[in-house]
């Protein structure tokens, strides 16, 4: 690659000439199912395309990849692992492929896109060197200079594949005409919602009630076994008030990170956002329209909290559009300009981003400057104390470990008063279930809690509070619950099942009286319920509030002043009229057809390769040639 990227001569792009009788060939994969070969018991291994392993660890090396550059909500670890082992086995399956077929990648396929995606590794033509290119790599992607080629080349084969299985298809009048009629036709609907959550409380149960609905669902309310800890804790808020800081400490502190102190030139923001992302601009033009209102509105003396409340499409709406303080460079160029040029207290004209068009309220302004040691020493004096704290309950950590080690079964009070710290007591509790004594869960004291014997002392584990070694006092087995062990869990289940048939029975009463010619918010009312009037949205829209547009899809066929039955949206339950619908319009047609005519494809595309994807999966199932070891794919949801 190397000498490639030093080659001033210009770089050459193959392009695939495939005509649709190839591209045919390869979406018809041969779909009969057969056996799926079993992999070896290989402990690290999770899958096996054409003899390529893929191991456990490689996928959890890109996982903390990820998690190094977004924070990955445990819950979520496992489908990350899942999504990225997906991939890893379909550039495996793309690479036979390839070879089966002859399709292979250039030096200068990928010094091209290189050159595309790090213009600042070349000055003209001329390589900079490879020391600086690894330095850019390694700076923008966190990577090796092998990693990152890797990369390029597997994107470039995707791409290659991508169009051998989407270059033939085309978008049809007709398909064009259904595309802008789906984005361009507009309905507006009257509806109020049923909410189950909200009618949940209300709900009462007997003790006769409750324990009828206990013993017909008693197999949902195991109780698995629950173990009850003494522990001595080494407590780091303890340590941290008793230890001392001196003035020359912070002092230096203060000295030694002077610029976590300076203040850039900022600004104190709100604002109030109108989406223009994946519109039309027919959709735009009339967005504009209604911001030009609330504009007219905010200038007028309307509070601007409360409009941002009404209409921001942002997630400060909550908040009403109070974006804190900003500084330069941390927004987009046309939303820093006007904050940063429009004096204190005043209302910016509709400013256009990206994103679609704000209004924004300068609320204050700050010049550039450095806080002074008297303005910032109350923050730094627990910083100090912290660090002291954590240095001093690591020492005692590492004591107590070795006490540990000489002397694992002494009583758990003879070993606290070793070390001058209190006994506390925790528990029962079930595997799985966090202690909040201890700060919420950890795997690590879970674990150990159901691997110790009585009487045992385990290690010192580090919790949030802390440092902590416990002993186990008591151990309940496994047993069938008792309606008094899980008697809340059962009234909120009772609840919530009960406030679901209510809500459905609600509706269809709702629905009974708006049939019957009763007004639609008249009926709501005498319900309690709501009534509310949607935007005008298309079929590509939502409601806001209560979800996508294709749950409204009858409404698009329905006559004005037509309603709906009951009908279940997510977790709610509401009925809707037709109150206003508006047709596409003809002469808008030619402006948008360039637009329309890429959805289809950009969709027709998508569908196709996704089939492409599938059929390649189930074709080399078929053949033995991807193997997966199921023991192993479980462990891709257990954090590493």
């Given at each position: 690659m190397l000498k490639t990227l030093q080659k001033n001569t210009t770089l050459v792009r193959i392009f695939l000439g495939f005509v649709v009788g190839v591209i045919a060939l390869m979406m018809v994969i041969t779909l009969v199912p057969g056996p799926v070969g079993s992999i070896d018991e290989r402990p690290n291994v999770v899958a096996s395309v054409d003899g390529q392993e893929i191991t456990l660890t490689e996928v959890n090396t890109k996982l903390q990849r990820i998690a190094g550059q977004q924070q990955i909500p445990p819950a979520l670890r496992g489908l990350y692992a899942r999504q990225l082992l997906d991939q890893l086995v379909f550039e495996r399956m793309l690479e036979v492929e390839a070879k089966k077929m002859g399709i292979r990648i250039t030096d200068e396929e990928r010094a091209d896109r290189i050159k595309r995606l790090l213009p600042v590794v070349f000055t003209g033509d001329t390589f900079i060197?490879?020391?600086r290119y690894a330095a850019e790599v390694q700076q923008r992607f966190n990577m090796s200079?092998?990693?990152?080629?890797?990369?390029?080349?597997?994107?470039?084969l995707e791409d290659k594949f991508r169009r051998l299985v989407t270059d033939g298809i085309t978008a049809t009048p007709d398909e064009i005409q259904q595309e802008f009629r789906?984005?361009?036709?507009k309905v507006k609907i009257e509806y109020a919602l049923v909410k189950p959550e909200e009618l949940a409380a209300g709900i009462q149960?007997?003790?006769?009630?409750?324990?009828?609905?206990?013993e017909k669902n008693k197999a949902r309310y195991p109780l698995g076994e629950r173990r009850t800890l003494r522990y001595a804790l080494v407590d780091t808020a303890q340590l941290s008030q008793r230890a001392g800081v001196t003035e020359q400490e912070l002092r230096a502190y203060y000295d030694g990170h002077m610029d976590r102190y300076r203040i850039e030139n900022r600004a104190r923001v709100s604002h109030i956002l109108f989406k223009t992302v994946g519109k039309?601009?027919?959709?735009?033009?009339?967005?504009?329209?209604?911001?030009?209102a609330v504009l007219k509105k905010a200038r007028s003396g309307a509070k601007f909290e409360d409009l941002?409340?009404?209409?921001?499409?942002?997630?400060?709406k909550d908040a009403g559009g109070d974006l804190g303080w900003i500084v330069h460079k941390q927004t987009v160029p046309e939303f820093e300009k006007a904050a940063f040029t429009l004096p204190k207290g005043s209302i910016s004209d509709l400013v256009k981003t990206q994103y679609g068009f704000h209004i924004i309220k300068v609320v204050d302004r700050e010049n550039a400057r450095t806080q002074s040691f008297e303005e910032v020493r109350a923050s730094i004096l627990p910083i100090l104390a912290n660090e002291k704290a954590d240095r001093t309950a690591n020492e005692i950590a590492d004591r107590m470990a070795a006490a540990v080690r000489q002397g694992g079964n002494q009583p758990i009070e003879q070993f606290a008063r070793q070390f001058g710290v209190a006994i506390a007591e925790a528990g029962p509790v079930a595997a799985g279930v966090a202690l909040p004594e201890f700060g919420g869960a950890n795997a690590e004291l879970d674990r150990a809690l159901f691997r110790l014997n009585k009487g045992q002392l385990s290690m010192p584990i580090k919790v949030a509070r802390g440092y902590l070694v416990f002993t186990v006092k008591e151990i309940q087995t496994a047993r069938q619950a008792a309606l008094a062990d899980v008697r809340d869990k059962v009234l909120a289940d009772y609840r919530k099942e009960k406030s679901v048939e209510l809500a459905k029975t609600r509706a269809e009463e709702f629905a009974k009286r708006v049939h019957s010619g009763e007004a639609l918010a008249k009926a709501a009312k005498a319900l309690g319920l709501e009534a509310k009037t949607s935007d005008a949205f298309a079929r590509i829209g939502s409601v806001s509030g209560v979800g996508s547009a294709q749950q409204f899809a009858d409404a698009f066929r329905m006559a004005v002043g037509q309603s709906s039955p009951a009908t279940a949206v997510g977790s709610n339950w509401l009925v809707y009229r037709l109150a206003e619908r508006e047709e596409a319009k003809p002469e808008d047609f030619e402006k948008q057809?360039?637009?329309m005519e890429q959805?289809?494809?950009q969709s027709k595309r998508s569908l196709a390769y996704e089939a492409f994807r599938t059929s390649l999966e189930k074709e080399m199932r078929s053949r033995g040639k991807l193997e997966i070891n199921e023991k192993n794919l479980l462990r891709l949801n257990v954090p590493a």
């Open positions: 060197g490879m020391d200079v092998e990693e990152f080629e890797e990369l390029i080349r597997l994107s470039l789906r984005r361009n036709e149960a007997s003790d006769t009630e409750l324990s009828s609905y206990f039309t601009d027919a959709e735009a033009e009339e967005i504009r329209r209604k911001a030009e941002a409340k009404q209409n921001s499409a942002d997630s400060t057809k360039k637009e959805a289809v494809l």
